[in-house]
DNA sequence: CATGAATGAGTTTTCATTCAT
DNA sequence: CATGAATGAAAACTCATTCAT
């Protein structure tokens, strides 16, 4: 059956299409980009029709990583507030490792060529999330807020806090604690 | 410091810059920009030696009105909280009444170019706010979190908050209390 | 002198060639040739060396086939006027029942790739019809011009009287007649 | 009023891109035509937006001029014969002194590129010929057969018959008038 | 100074051809 | 032999920047 479409490839040219857009911008040439995956300029085109095609791609994936980060050991069990704050270390914690990742992502926030399709399915992704919400309003732990507006918030505090924890890095566990006491007393009731 | 032939067209160079930036983004072509503006191609390198420093001069442009905007009418006398709230209102309100302007903001912040002089001045015109700092510092209305910390959280909760805005024009004034509680009740001790 | 494995499946690939040569012109891609003929990608080149080779293989089957059409049921024993009648209904009749063959090889022959060798076997097919100018000769029933003028004059004449058939299809058979007498009036003596 | 687009720069590429597409086809690279101009590559596409769009300006171009060459010196008064027979000459004549205008002729015919208007632009070009035609069916001189079927014999006759001046350039005076003789003799009447 | 044509390096994408499976 | 992924040399086109007018 010939040589398949090798997964494997495929994730290399997402990885250096990640450390490529994060060090030089989504404007960086495709040839960068398979170069540094130490692949011919037309197998990116096997692989992603176009460019733009594998910038969609490149987003769910990293969104996907980020909210599998996010709701690995997610405990079910604990009240609001620790589950907000698995939910905020998990993000944080992907961020820190994953330095590119979330540059990216951002870049790609501000793009302005996300398919319809890409953005229904990473938010998808990002729906097991409002199971919190659900039981969060019947404990009404939540200030009078539409959820959306909540989650947003984490998201943006955490970016945020990020870059922070970077810059200073020996400050970033403090960081971390104290931005999310930050979100939380925003949210919170009362 | 140069202030060549007509500031007129230098700032016309600089409205649409923003126009077309924000429709299409950074990459947009300068002869877009300045067929926008109504100029010919060669002059906006007579006002801006490259893009980059376009860029650049954009960015401290839009810097300058924001913190204006945020500054105008600032109520010296009264306390912490309602000095935040103004700066919250006036950068919600420049943002409100500049969607363009905000827009291409984020996409500078992103971008990857800019200089750390053009950095620096505006952080320079930002450095006003700190006098805020000090009096709160004194009053120790703030939790625990080091000054550039909290601004930058005004700062993303405010663009997320014009986010919402933006989306939910009829529920704009509500977002624009909620979002200044929010942050208010995540920044203020106890 | 070669026929590897399959010529099923080297037909399938010269007819699809035909189709989608017909369709998009000679700079139709292999990949969509192979594919319109349900073969590898691959497997093109193990028929046909190169493109180029493909093309000159396709010009020479078309033109068997042509003048196969041409010589069928070819009747020795009439008159001249009669046998070239029968030629030029032969290949009028094979373009209207060939259209795609017709097209391409109009393309083919301004496409300058042709070698010597195809060229050559194609005239000697066509090589066959000098029987009918060795009479000819002999009834002094052409004016005085040489052979290969009149049938490139049969050939144009032809191509150009199927695309006034095609373009109005039901006055074909008026033009099939009427063209003929053109070229005969044309040619014949006196 | 800077450097005005020189309608001498767009002659050159105009020219250029005969002799390069009259060398090496349609499929030529236009940084062929461009070098062979002395034109920077970029050039090009100031003059014609696409490379489309310079083969159907050449197209038109190349009508116009040959249209030019067949009514030149026209003779009003004489006989019909006359007429096309001037016709004819001058077709064949702008052939033989611009053999790949001819050729470039014939490979935009096939190519399947021509957009309505140029198609329409040149049928308006030729159409002071059917003047010819109003005399002509008012004295009976032709065969029954539509018009534009006699011109497009017209044109395939000169067309083949230019081929056989250049392959056999002694014999050129010959094919030009037993051309014209075969031609007038299948469309006339009688 | 203003203008916009000219430039050519750089970009994405295509495609004939090869070759590992 | 068949397959189709891999390759990388083009190709068309774009665009920041220069410079003749």
Tied chains: 1, 2, 3, 4.
């Excluded at 690995?72 to 330095?99: C, I, Q």
Aim: no cysteine; hydrophobic share 45%; aromatic share 12%.
């Amino acid at each position: 059956m010939a040589k398949p479409k090798s997964e494997d490839k495929r994730n290399a040219i997402l990885a250096s299409a990640t450390k490529v857009f994060a060090e030089r911008g989504l404007s960086a040439p495709t040839a960068a980009i398979t170069s540094a995956a130490r692949v011919a300029e037309g197998s990116l085109f096997t692989y992603f029709k176009t460019k733009d095609e594998l910038i969609n791609a490149l987003y769910l994936e990293l969104k996907l990583e980020l909210s599998d980060a996010m709701m690995s050991g997610f405990p079910r069990k604990l009240g609001v507030r620790s589950r907000l704050e698995h939910v905020w270390n998990g993000y944080v914690d992907w961020g820190a490792t994953h330095p590119e990742g979330q540059q990216v992502l951002r870049q790609i926030q501000v793009w302005g060529g996300l398919t319809e399709s890409v953005k229904a399915a990473s938010a998808a992704a990002f729906g097991e999330f409002d199971r919190i919400a659900e039981d969060a309003a019947a404990q009404k732990a939540f200030r009078d807020l539409p959820m959306p507006y909540i989650w947003a918030a984490l998201a943006t505090l955490a970016d945020m806090t990020m870059d922070f924890m970077r810059r200073y890095p020996d400050q970033a566990g403090v960081y971390r604690v104290k931005g999310f006491e930050l979100f939380w007393s925003g949210v919170a009731r009362k």
